[in-house]
């Protein structure tokens, strides 16, 4: 995968496109534990284990798609979901005045850690442009 460099133990769960062994997807059956702030029949919304704002949320399809690059039309609907939803946790969370950003990473010289497409909502500080 490129440049990526990621701790040894890490590959297993965050790099492995097999559904079983996806970390989101283990989320999304109760498998591994996490702070859901919301929920519905086709997406999951948990606070990310390693904030990079005070407000850091994760937006994931409970469908396992591997990434952006990986969508089809059938998956607009839960994309839109995603979209709503984000608008909605973003007012929830009391940053919706003052401005956040929703951003999810496509491979891995994007920066994106696990194999499962999801979404960054962030929020609760002044962010910098270009992002880093």
């Not at 079983?20 to 283990?26: E, I, V």
Request: glycine share 8%; aromatic share 8%; net charge negative.
């Amino acid at each position: 995968m490129g440049s990526r460099q990621p701790l040894a133990f890490l590959d297993e769960f965050c790099y492995n496109t097999n559904i079983m062994s996806c970390l989101f997807c283990r989320m999304v059956s109760g498998e591994i534990k996490t702070e859901i702030v919301f929920q519905s029949d086709t997406i999951l919304c948990f606070r990310d284990i390693n904030p990079q704002a005070p407000v850091h949320i994760l937006l994931i399809p409970k469908k396992h798609i591997a990434g952006l690059n990986d969508i089809s039309k059938e998956d607009i609907p839960v994309l839109g979901e995603i979209q709503t939803v984000a608008q909605l946790l973003a007012k929830q969370e009391a940053i919706d005045a003052t401005g956040y950003r929703l951003v999810t990473n496509c491979g891995a010289d994007a920066g994106q850690a696990v194999a499962h497409l999801h979404y960054h909502l962030l929020g609760g500080r002044k962010f910098g442009w270009p992002p880093g």
